[in-house]
């Protein structure tokens, strides 16, 4: 049985930054869709639930093929899985730039990057680097890497309005799909994350389970599927908010600019957010964490939605958001690796973002559904409100004890 050691090697700093960068770009690419809105269905004449549901696909299809990309990546490597899914990111992007039609839209910003998202962003990484670090460190590197998505919504959405203002949202998606090639570059620092070249392939006392024993546990433990139920909540929150916040900005009469600030805020204080979860999800219980989160949110969409709306409280709710924003994945990851051990956790942690995806699909393609509708997106809102207090009482119910029995050594192997 391997040993897993205890300090920081230099395979897993490099592995840790090489993840933030990834996720910094694909994720930061990712939520300057939403300022995409506007522009596309001025120019196009595509109605908001046509857009909606192009990014409510990518949501979906994101999670759908999230597990299998993930077992692929077990056996070809962390560094070729996302090698093809920067290329096939590109693509996506540069067919986007070229579009007439909302079933162009569906299938480049739906279909391909939908596809390319889910080679590049969390999942991937997240399991290649918990592989490297120990149970000690887990939490604190699945915090620093999840900043990273945050640093590049703050990054690149601001820089996404920028370039649409100056030169349009055509040659905005060509710049854009030039700058997630650097994705490749990134992705030679997975070198020690390979399947089979791992310091710990398991965790002491970890059964020795294939892939098709650990799902079969996995679909039989209550507990991991209450994380899904409240990781659903969250896709649906993050989706609406992403996709719809800044029209629904713009709606109120508020200047589109305050939008894309409000995104980029949403980035900026999550950098904090997912750190600092991060670190307590290490300390203290997660699923207590994450109970005390989607609480949080409920009562912020709350505030949001009955106070007076001005630029000054869209972006004091983009910062309070934004703190509560991604601290649900390094607390949901830690719970998986606390349940099943290290040896199948990109593949088990794909299955639970699914349910988030499924989440995001609604969260995007229902909001610009009834808004086309009723012309408001109040009832959005209210509902993301109460699932807020749901995915709240789902987590208190939740224990991220191992879904396997403890032994000596598993206690031995967790002191360590």
Not at 325 to 333: A, E, R
Request: charged share 10%; with cysteine.
């Amino acid at each position: 049985m391997s040993e897993v050691r205890s300090e920081w090697t230099r395979s897993a700093i490099v592995a840790v930054v090489a993840a933030a960068f990834i996720v910094t770009i694909s994720m930061g690419i990712r939520q300057s869709f939403g300022l995409l809105l506007q522009p596309i269905g001025r120019d196009l004449a595509i109605a908001r639930e046509s857009f909606g549901f192009a990014i409510a696909l990518q949501n979906l299809l994101f999670g759908l093929v999230q597990p299998f990309v993930a077992a692929l990546s077990e056996r070809w490597g962390t560094r070729a899985t996302l090698i093809g899914g920067a290329l096939l990111y590109a693509v996506g992007l540069a067919l986007a730039a070229t579009i007439g039609s909302a079933t162009g839209l569906v299938v480049s910003l739906g279909v391909l990057i939908g596809l390319a998202l889910s080679a590049t962003t969390f999942v991937i990484v997240l399991g290649a680097v918990g592989r490297l670090v120990s149970p000690a460190q887990r939490s604190v590197a699945f915090g620093i890497v999840t900043a990273g998505g945050s640093l590049g919504q703050f990054a690149v959405v601001p820089l996404a309005q920028a370039l649409i203002a100056a030169i349009g949202w055509r040659a905005s998606l060509v710049g854009l799909g030039v700058l997630v090639l650097s994705i490749v570059v990134a992705a030679f620092g997975f070198r020690a994350a390979k399947a089979g070249a791992v310091a710990a392939p398991r965790a002491a006392g970890e059964p020795d389970w294939r892939l098709g024993e650990a799902l079969r546990h996995a679909s039989r433990h209550r507990p991991y599927w209450l994380l899904n139920g409240g990781f659903f909540v969250c896709g649906f929150h993050i989706a609406f908010v992403g996709t719809h916040l800044p029209a629904y900005l713009v709606d109120r009469g508020i200047a589109a600019s305050v939008g894309a600030w409000s995104l980029a805020l949403i980035g900026l204080f999550n950098i904090a957010g997912s750190y600092l979860f991060g670190v307590w999800g290490g300390r203290g219980s997660r699923p207590r964490l994450l109970a005390g989160l989607y609480a949080g949110r409920a009562v912020a969409i709350a505030a949001f939605i009955w106070l007076p709306l001005t630029p000054a409280s869209a972006l004091t709710f983009a910062a309070v958001f934004g703190f509560l924003w991604l601290g649900t994945v390094p607390l949901t990851s830690g719970a998986v690796a606390s349940m099943f051990g290290l040896r199948h956790l990109p593949t088990l942690n794909g299955v639970v973002f699914l349910s988030h995806q499924v989440g995001a699909f609604f969260g995007a393609w229902w909001a610009g559904w009834l808004f086309d509708r009723t012309g408001s997106y109040l009832a959005i809102w209210q509902v993301s409100i109460a699932l807020g207090v749901l995915a709240a009482l789902l987590s208190v119910a939740t224990r991220d004890a191992a879904a396997f029995p403890k032994t000596p050594q598993t206690a031995l192997g967790a002191a360590t």
